[in-house]
């Protein structure tokens, strides 16, 4: 099968290239200052963009041609939380992802409790085993369907003390979650190491 993407649609586009960038790790977001309107949504499209200084990036798309709520909170306020979920979290965050007006807060409707941050406005999940303080550092747009890749700048991390072993986070005990597509998610399978090789 050989798949020219000049002849497809967004949606034929779309699940190719979801469903070859597999399993994907997922930034969940809480964004906004105000109390009780803090608003809450997970994105796949998720990585680090620089370890030194700590950068993060992900990709928002737009929602029948305009901004999703987390995008613009991040215009609007500049900052952001990104959290790493586990198992236990996985319904929450998969039901954090259903679209609501955006003067309904998805944190107060699914009952999670959030703490101040450190540095940043925003809220964290008090829940969440690793939480990632961000700044925007830059906004990119790629294409005319409104996709925007966002980096911020990590200025605090939260890690759950039992997680943290020697400067390093245990992946087994983290069990994180990840996505494969839509409502299908997957969690660490088997964890092996092999012998070192100089990068
Ligand atoms: C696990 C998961 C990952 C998602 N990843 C993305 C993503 O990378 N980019 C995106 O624009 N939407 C993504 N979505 C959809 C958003 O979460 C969804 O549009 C949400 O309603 C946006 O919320 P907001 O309008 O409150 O910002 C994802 C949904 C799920 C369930």
Redesign the pocket.
């Known amino acids: 099968m050989e798949i020219d993407f000049s002849t497809l649609n967004k949606e034929a586009s779309y699940k190719l290239i979801t469903g070859a960038v597999v399993p994907r790790p ?1 930034a969940w977001i809480t964004s906004g200052i105000e109390p009780g309107r803090i ?1 809450l ?6 990585t680090f963009v620089s370890t030194y200084p700590p950068m993060l990036g ?4 737009a ?1 029948e041609g305009l901004r ?4 613009r909170n991040i215009h609007a306020h500049g900052e952001y939380v990104i959290h790493i979920a586990d198992q236990p979290l996985l319904e929450a965050l ?1 039901l954090s ?3 609501h007006p955006p003067d309904v807060s ?1 944190v107060e409707l699914l009952g999670l409790e959030t703490v101040p941050s450190t540095v940043i406005r925003t809220p964290r999940l008090a829940r969440a085993p690793i939480s990632l303080e961000c700044k925007l550092s830059e906004v990119l747009s790629f294409g005319n369907k409104g996709n925007e890749f966002f980096v911020g700048a990590v200025v605090r991390m939260h890690i759950r003390d039992d997680l943290y072993r020697d400067g390093k986070i245990d992946a087994r005990s983290l069990n994180p979650v990840c ?1 494969i597509g839509g409502p299908t998610y997957a969690s660490l399978g088997d964890v092996f190491s092999l012998k070192p090789v100089k990068p």
Request: with cysteine; charged share 25%; glycine share 4%.
């Open positions: 997922i608003n949504a997970p994105f796949s499209a998720f992900f990709n928002c798309g929602r999703k709520d987390t995008s998969h992802s259903e679209h998805e996505r």
